[in-house]
């Protein structure tokens, strides 16, 4: 009996010491924390989007706390989450956050993008990527598997006859969708914007007309009509300057394979 009290009151005094040893510790070793940091993340959606330029919201906390940050950076929660952070920080911003919404930059359905293979693997555009470009002859295209529409927060993205559409009253600009596009052909624009070449191929006119009926094929027809000099051709395809862009349509109505419209 003797031995078994000696060996709990050990263990007893063991545990007594480490105890205040953690004590001491945490009392030398801690860190402190700024108070306004679990203010501001409770500000921010908590989208971890990544469209602020960091790491997800803790990482936008941090910068804005360490004020390597403005604190109009947050697309999705827009102005009031701005003025909220201004409160919690006592400072305002310079100007009010930049309203952006994902835009789809091509028209090839499937009555457009012309079919090449059945596809029968697994029904996601990264998978069908790896495989020749995917069913449709043109591979800078829209896929049409939806993996955009599954990351969506809020239900702004659907699938209508293989092209993906985003519906811009829905979506906050969180840019999800722009960076799991395996052919990048989601963007994000100001909604200020006007017109747009809804088409990223950059192949010769020849080789898009037998791949997609609304490509652009790079006729310069756009390009020669603008009165502003908003539209310059990247290849073979054409590109149109928002800056300079004044919505007068011209571009719209000279255009043989009507890929150029409205960009919402």
């Keep these: 009996m003797g031995t078994i009290f000696i060996a709990v009151g050990s263990v007893t005094v063991?545990?007594?010491?480490?105890?205040?040893?953690?004590?001491?510790?945490?009392?030398?070793?801690?860190?402190?924390?700024?108070?306004?940091?679990?203010?501001?993340?409770?500000?921010?959606?908590?989208?971890?989007?990544?469209?602020?330029?960091?790491?997800?919201?803790?990482?936008?906390?941090?910068?804005?706390?360490?004020?390597?940050?403005?604190?109009?950076?947050?697309?999705?929660?827009?102005?009031?989450?701005?003025?909220?952070?201004?409160?919690?920080?006592?400072k305002e911003s310079d100007r009010g956050v930049v309203k952006r919404v994902a835009v789809v930059n091509c028209m090839g359905d499937l009555n457009a993008n012309r079919e090449v293979m059945e596809y029968e693997g697994i029904r996601t555009c990264a998978a069908a990527k790896q495989l020749c470009g995917g069913p449709g002859a043109c591979t800078s295209g829209c896929i049409g598997f939806g993996d955009c529409a599954g990351l969506c927060p809020n239900g702004a993205i659907c699938v209508e006859n293989g092209l993906v559409r985003i519906d811009t009253r829905r979506c906050v600009g969180c840019s999800l969708c722009v960076r799991t596009c395996p052919n990048g052909v989601i963007s994000l624009e100001v909604d200020s914007s006007v017109f747009a070449v809804k088409c990223k191929n950059t192949d010769k006119g020849a080789l898009m007309k037998d791949k997609c009926a609304k490509g652009c094929i790079g006729c310069t027809r756009c390009v020669k009509e603008c009165p502003s000099g908003a539209i310059s051709m990247s290849g073979f395809l054409a590109e149109i300057d928002f800056d300079k862009c004044t919505g007068c349509g011209k571009c719209v109505s000279v255009c043989v394979r009507g890929c150029i419209g409205p960009l919402f």
């Design 14 to 90: 063991i545990g007594l010491i480490c105890a205040v040893m953690l004590a001491a510790a945490s009392k030398v070793m801690a860190v402190a924390v700024d108070e306004r940091a679990e203010l501001v993340r409770g500000c921010l959606p908590g989208v971890n989007c990544g469209a602020c330029g960091f790491s997800g919201c803790d990482g936008y906390t941090a910068a804005i706390i360490a004020g390597e940050a403005e604190i109009n950076l947050c697309t999705p929660g827009g102005n009031d989450v701005s003025k909220r952070l201004g409160s919690i920080l006592g």
